[in-house]
């Protein structure tokens, strides 16, 4: 089993939807989890941490739960500019395991 | 915030050169850097991972004398494929963290062997 399973869509909505993606981790013991976005041919940029409370930046709400061991990334208000892939990231201590990415397009 | 910084970006050279990449932690000291690679349409696969002070540690099937990290201070570790081959072509992203920090990334380099 993957340390880290993500659906890799493609998911395509139009501008203005809510989208959301899950992830699992098969690790318990994991310790900090992260959502970055990276487009097409450049690096990984951090998008945010998951805190176990729950934390929201702006259009962007990332949630834990740990007991079901899944993060949640949802997006509001879909805009053009976040077509992009979202990475998944679990950090056990030791390492960093990364999802395959999940593709959403924004369409006008 | 957090800078990385990776070069070259780019990289063009005949088969059986060898090539260094440079990863850089601009404004922070990274106790760890670990490297990474990508093929097209896929999710980074993890390389090594480095220490300051202290030898990579190697995933499997990584070769550790073709893919040489040194990481000898805690704001420079360097890549050097080693006789690189076509099949060595591909988009090679480091990133650095420090402590309990999330993991910055370089900009990635982008090594083509023809």
């Known amino acids: 089993r993957k340390e880290v399973e993500q659906d890799p869509g493609p998911f395509n909505v139009p501008e203005g939807a809510t989208v959301a993606f899950n992830c699992t981790y098969s690790n318990s013991a994991s310790q900090s989890f992260f959502w970055y976005r990276q487009d097409c041919r450049k690096e990984p940029k951090l998008l945010m941490s998951v805190y176990s409370s729950g934390n929201e930046d702006g259009r962007f709400t990332a949630q834990l739960n740990r007991a079901s061991q899944y993060i949640s990334l949802l997006i509001r208000d879909s805009k053009l500019s976040d077509s992009a892939t979202y990475l998944c990231v679990v950090f056990t201590g030791n390492q960093f395991y990364f999802g395959t990415g999940t593709s959403l397009t924004v369409i006008p | 915030g957090a800078v990385v910084s990776q070069h070259p970006s780019w990289v063009i050279c005949k088969s059986g050169t060898s090539v260094k990449i440079e990863c850089r932690s601009l404004d922070f000291q990274a106790t760890t850097m670990f490297w990474y690679r990508q093929f097209p349409k896929q999710s980074l696969m993890l390389m090594a991972t480095s220490n300051e002070g202290s030898k990579a540690t190697y995933e499997q099937g990584v070769e550790k004398d073709k893919f040489l990290i040194n990481h000898a201070s805690l704001t420079l570790s360097t890549l050097t494929v080693t006789s690189a081959h076509p099949e060595d072509s591909s988009f090679y992203i480091c990133?650095?963290?420090?402590?309990?920090?999330?993991?910055?990334f370089g900009d990635g380099t982008r090594l083509s062997i023809l």
């Open positions: 990133s650095a963290k420090r402590s309990n920090q999330p993991q910055h």
